[in-house]
């Protein structure tokens, strides 16, 4: 009940091009879902989090969909760029604990 | 805003030795997790501590322990290290424990262990 399954592994998208990740988990305590990417050597940074009040959320080229009754969520990268090119985690967490769970990590690469 | 710190930034120890590891989280945050990333097993959460105690631990043998200060720095330590064990260690801050507040993370100590 504590995974939080990530797809697709690797991913590759043509610069300008939607790159789509999806996450999928069972815990229905889960009530918070960040999504972090990351570049080689570095730190995951926060990129865009949703909680369950809402379907979908946008910041910039980046929107999160969510589907409570699904219990899925995805991340959109709309116009994707070479620098986007990094791995990208979904997590989850319940309100009560800051334990992030996380996904596999999807590596996507965007071709110019 | 400086953000979080973590020392060293790369470790090489012997089978059989300890280690230990520093973090200073964000000006302001009070609680600091730990993370284990490695390529087969992924990120996996190690303990969460906020105003000195430990409020939650993940399924790591008793070899890992952490502790955190009055200033809100943590470190962790893991005893008689396994060649198993060579893993990115990160360390994430928030304001305060719990789902509602952000962590964000810092660079990482890469320890390979021999």
């Known amino acids: 009940q504590q995974q939080v399954k990530q797809s697709p592994q690797s991913l590759i998208v043509q610069k300008g091009g939607i790159s789509i990740i999806n996450c999928a988990y069972e815990?229905?305590?889960?009530?918070?879902f960040p999504w972090y990417q990351q570049f080689p050597g570095k730190g995951p940074a926060l990129l865009i989090a949703i909680r369950p009040d809402v379907s979908e959320k946008k910041e910039g080229r980046f929107t999160i969909s969510f589907n409570k009754s699904a219990k899925q969520f995805s991340l959109h990268i709309m116009d994707s760029q070479p620098g986007d090119s990094a791995t990208y985690f979904c997590a989850a967490s319940a309100s009560n604990t800051g334990k992030l769970i996380f996904g596999q990590g999807t590596t996507l690469q965007v071709k110019p | 805003k400086a953000g979080v710190t973590q020392t060293p930034r790369y470790l090489i120890k012997t089978r059989g030795q300890q280690v230990t590891l520093s973090c200073s989280p964000i000006?302001?945050?009070?609680?600091v997790s730990w993370y284990q990333q490695t390529p087969g097993q992924g990120l996996q959460f190690l303990f969460e501590y906020f105003s000195e105690t430990q409020r939650n631990k993940g399924n790591f043998p008793g070899r890992f322990s952490g502790r955190q200060f009055s200033n809100s720095r943590s470190e962790m330590n893991v005893s008689t290290l396994e060649l198993g064990d060579s893993a990115l260690y990160l360390c994430a801050s928030s304001i305060a424990p719990g789902a509602a507040y952000e962590q964000y993370f810092g660079p990482g100590t890469r320890l390979t262990v021999t």
């Open positions: 815990n229905t305590a889960f009530d918070y």
């Open positions: 000006s302001g945050h009070r609680s």
